[in-house]
Nanobody, 123 residues
Framework: VQLVESGGGLVQAGGSLRLSCAASGFTFDDYAIGWFRQAPGKEREGVSYISRSRGSTYYADSVKGRFTISSDNAKNTVYLQMNSLKPEDTAVYYC?????????????????WGQGTQVIVSS
């Protein structure tokens, strides 16, 4: 299983970024793909996930209405469109894949991780 994130960068508050997570080495439909983030000195937190097998997406309250997760199955890629960015969204963003048993936004439920991409939102 390989996951490669891209699309991070520096953006002003109120701006937008689109993160990509290119996946390979597993059957895309069988796994949930989650986006997580970790700010300096803070624990990794779940941001959003998409599950084709469940036909569902979900967002943390902190990003609901601003972030949108989507997938392009032909490209085995999951996207995270981030709009109305805030300084508190600054973090390293990771995508992860697995078959969660209970909590789809719990990072402990995921074994496969990308290397992360940095997002910095300036005020």
């Amino acid at each position: 299983v390989q996951l490669v994130e891209s699309g991070g960068g520096l953006v002003q508050a109120g701006g937008s970024l689109r993160l990509s997570c290119a996946a390979s080495g597993f059957t895309f439909d069988d796994y949930a793909i989650g986006w997580f983030r970790q700010a300096p000195g803070k624990e990794r937190e779940g941001v959003s996930y998409i599950s084709r097998s469940r036909g569902s997406t979900y967002y943390a309250d902190s990003v609901k209405g601003r972030f949108t997760i989507s997938s392009d199955n032909a490209k085995n890629t999951v996207y995270l469109q981030m709009n109305s960015l805030k300084p508190e969204d600054t973090a390293v963003y990771y995508c992860a894949a697995d078959r969660p048993q209970f909590e789809y936004l719990n990072p402990d439920e995921y074994d496969y991780w990308g290397q992360g991409t940095q997002v910095i939102v300036s005020s």
